[in-house]
């Protein structure tokens, strides 16, 4: 157990809506970064959000946003869904400035849009 | 832009056989590479987190050796054992680009046959 949880698991959504992921962060890790990864591929990072700003963010479009508070816990956004955007999502926390930055994930919500 | 490769993309070996999955990454000016295990339709495990000043780590059954120079990362496992069936991911981070999330390879699927 990594200490970094997320909800829901699993969520089907209709193309065209709005789907908002959870993510709370291990305890003392101010820096959380969402995922996504297709079927077969491996992860390709979304944003990361350190001390509640996003401070970088992948080849992704203005429709995947996120919300950092200031427990440090995490959302990601998504509007005008597309069938496309059905994959798992993965939020990872870690702590900028230690030693060795390691990277801690969650188990992952699976989003079907149909 | 930084790329992951992973070779072989799957393995099958019988249980006992010690074996070498390979990562190689084109941009060597990384912060540290990280190694993950990935059960189907699950999350993330990290196993080894190597910085770029290091050469290897090692956790149990587990090595991971860096080259950073020529680009590349290989993770032995020895005595595999059916428990040892997953999706091994690596992934690099960029130095200085901790807000650029990491990189990953598309993953190695081994299976350990009984």
């Known amino acids: 157990e990594t200490g970094v949880t997320q909800s829901p698991t699993h969520l089907i959504k209709t193309r065209g809506q709005q789907v908002t992921l959870r993510c709370s962060s291990q305890?003392?890790?101010?820096?959380v970064s969402w995922y996504q990864q297709a079927l077969g591929q491996g992860p390709q990072f979304i944003f990361q959000?350190?001390?509640?700003?996003?401070?970088g963010r992948g080849n992704f479009p203005p429709r995947f946003s996120g919300l950092q508070f200031p427990n440090y816990s995490s959302e990601l956004n998504v509007n005008a869904l597309e069938l496309d955007d059905s994959a798992l999502y993965l939020c990872?926390?870690?702590?900028?400035?230690?030693?060795?930055?390691?990277?801690?994930f969650g188990q992952g919500t699976r989003l079907t849009v149909v | 832009k930084q790329e992951v490769t992973q070779i072989p993309a799957a393995l099958s070996v019988p249980e006992g056989e010690n074996l070498v999955l390979n990562c190689s990454f084109t941009?060597?000016?990384?912060?540290?590479l990280q190694w993950f295990r990935q059960d189907p339709g699950k999350g993330l495990t990290s196993l080894l987190l190597?910085?770029?000043?290091?050469r290897e780590q090692t956790s149990g059954r587990l090595n991971a050796s860096l080259d950073k120079s020529s680009g590349r990362s290989t993770l032995y496992i020895a005595a595999s054992q059916p428990g040892d069936s997953a999706t091994y991911l690596c992934?690099?981070?960029?130095?200085?680009?901790?807000?650029?999330?990491?990189?990953f390879g598309k993953g190695t699927h081994l299976i350990i046959q009984p």
């Open positions: 990872a926390s870690s702590f900028p400035g230690a030693m060795n930055t390691e990277a801690f």
């Open positions: 305890s003392g890790h101010n820096t």
């Open positions: 959000y350190y001390r509640e700003e996003e401070n």
């Open positions: 941009d060597s000016a990384i912060y540290n």
């Open positions: 190597i910085q770029s000043s290091q």
């Open positions: 992934a690099v981070r960029r130095l200085g680009g901790g807000a650029d999330g990491l990189t």
